[in-house]
């Protein structure tokens, strides 16, 4: 047996005998205990290797030795670090990693410490993606895939969890906890620490037949009044919106009606600028399960718009859609084609850029949208294409894209976009604008393209593990 410290080696003998110079030291077995918790050598070998050749000189130097590692030449971990480094080196423990934007991630591992949580997905036994989508209630259904790998491989399993429209966020994020938990248990029952697991039912209801006596129907109401008031500027915002939907799965019917106005007033030079800016309308949509990758459906809006130039437009557009992979595959992969065709009615505010004033116009839509989620990251892209019928110059091509990929271990990329060409503003009012309805964005202003979009790059390197939750100073 050895002693260690900062480099240098000292034999130990029967009964921890220190061996120094002529005759051994004795060293007690508790000696590397103080306070309940385990002391380490300072860094300071010059220091200590001195007092040793003291105390092979004239073992009475024992006694300033004993003082020197009072005073500080030994370093005792502050309060609860033996149990937190414990629990952030479980070399055993199964390697989780979580792909969850929807996740809070410091409650689950106050909730789950039982897994050693790493921040790169080739570091994981076990892999976790969290998808979710929007259910007919109002609430989300959350869809947690498990993968394992490694030691785990072929292991897999799809847990749901439903959160209903009233839950609060923190009775949603109990919801996901518990269902994470449940999944990991298959992995977990595989290591040492299935020791630390209770599992119990705290419910004490009988089974009951559920009866929905609302139908699958659904209401929503929403006020939302907006205000910012400063001395030369104030503004006020009033918005509401009303939302029906039906959602089984065979149909789906949404309606939805918007309202808002906004004023806004200001003082420039002694004078008093006032302008306002409403909306009114209301939405719908109606669709029909074909089959396991075809739908039909009809989409119809009408609205007033003082932005647009819009006295009053209804519209209605049946459509047929085709999806590459099955519907039940939506929250991992998709790839949409949809193709519409309808009839418009518009009535203008002012006189229009072609000199209409109202005017029934036919037109067409072509959308394709492609979604993945996977372990090495995620793609959204969407294109769309639309044009009159009775001008095939007035159309608009478009294209919206989010990507995110990891590229190798700790480097990921992420990349968003939307670009549009446009040339169907048939609606702009002839006549010029003044300065304040430019700068307050009153009205649309004519323009052949809009882009906007960015990118970015993130490197991780260091300890692969990540199961410390500090709140200290916030996150």
């Keep these: ?94 390697h989780l990693f979580m792909d969850c934007e929807d996740c809070d991630m410091n409650h689950i591992r106050r909730e789950i410490p039982y897994v050693n949580y790493v921040r790169d997905v080739k570091e994981a036994d076990v892999y976790v993606l969290e998808t979710s989508q929007s259910t007919g209630s109002g609430g989300r259904e959350y869809t947690f895939t498990f993968v394992g790998q490694r030691a785990y491989e072929g292991m897999n399993d799809t847990l749901v969890y439903h959160s209903m429209p009233d839950e609060t966020y923190d009775q949603t994020r109990d919801g996901i906890t518990k269902i994470i938990s449940m999944g990991l248990m298959k992995y977990v029952a595989r290591t040492p620490y299935f020791r630390e697991v209770e599992i119990g039912h705290g419910g004490t209801e009988a089974m009951e037949e559920v009866t929905d006596r609302w139908n699958y129907w659904v209401f929503e109401l929403e006020v ?80 007033t718009s003082s932005y647009r130039n ?10 047929i859609e085709y999806n590459l992979f099955p519907y039940e595959e939506s929250t991992r992969r998709q790839l949409r084609f949809l193709y519409g065709i309808g009839y418009r009615h518009n009535q203008y505010i002012d006189t229009t850029i072609f000199g ?67 040339n169907d503003q048939i609606a702009l009012a002839k006549g010029n604008l003044d300065e304040a309805e430019i700068l307050l964005e009153l009205q649309e202003l004519e323009t052949a393209y809009s882009i906007d979009g960015g990118f970015g790059f993130t490197y991780t390197f260091g300890s692969i593990y990540n199961n410390i939750v500090n709140p200290r100073f916030g996150d």
Excluded: C
């Design 1 to 94: 047996m050895a002693l260690e410290s900062s480099g240098y080696i000292f034999p130990l003998g029967e009964a921890n005998e220190l061996v120094i110079g002529p005759g051994p030291v004795f060293i007690p077995t508790d000696m590397a205990i103080f306070a309940g918790y385990p002391i380490r050598f300072w860094r300071n070998s010059k220091r200590i290797f001195f007092i040793l050749k003291l105390i092979a000189m004239n073992r009475t130097y024992l006694i300033i030795l004993a003082l020197i590692l009072l005073s500080g030449s030994f370093e005792v971990p502050v309060y609860g670090q033996q149990s937190r480094e414990k629990n952030s080196d479980r070399t055993s423990a199964v």
């Design 224 to 303: 939302d009044p907006d205000f910012e008031i400063e001395e030369s500027l104030s503004s006020i915002e009033w918005e509401s919106s009303a939302n029906i939907s039906r959602i089984t799965p065979g149909w789906k019917l949404e309606l939805d009606a918007d309202q808002s106005y906004e004023r806004t007033r200001y003082i420039y030079e002694d004078t008093t600028y006032t302008r306002d800016r409403k909306f009114w309308g209301m939405e719908s949509l109606f669709v029909g399960s074909i089959s396991d990758h075809w739908s039909a459906g009809a989409m119809m809006e009408m609205y």
């Design 310 to 319: 819009m006295k009053f437009t209804v519209g209605v557009l049946p459509a």
């Design 356 to 422: 209409k004033i109202n005017e029934n116009l036919f037109a067409q839509n072509f959308n394709v949208a492609y979604q993945v989620k996977q372990k090495w990251g995620e793609i959204n892209v969407s294109a769309e294409a639309s044009s009159y019928l009775h001008d095939f110059s007035k159309y608009r091509l478009q294209m919206y894209g989010q990507v995110r990929i990891r590229i190798f271990k700790g480097l990921s990329f992420m990349m968003y976009g939307h670009a549009a060409k446009i």
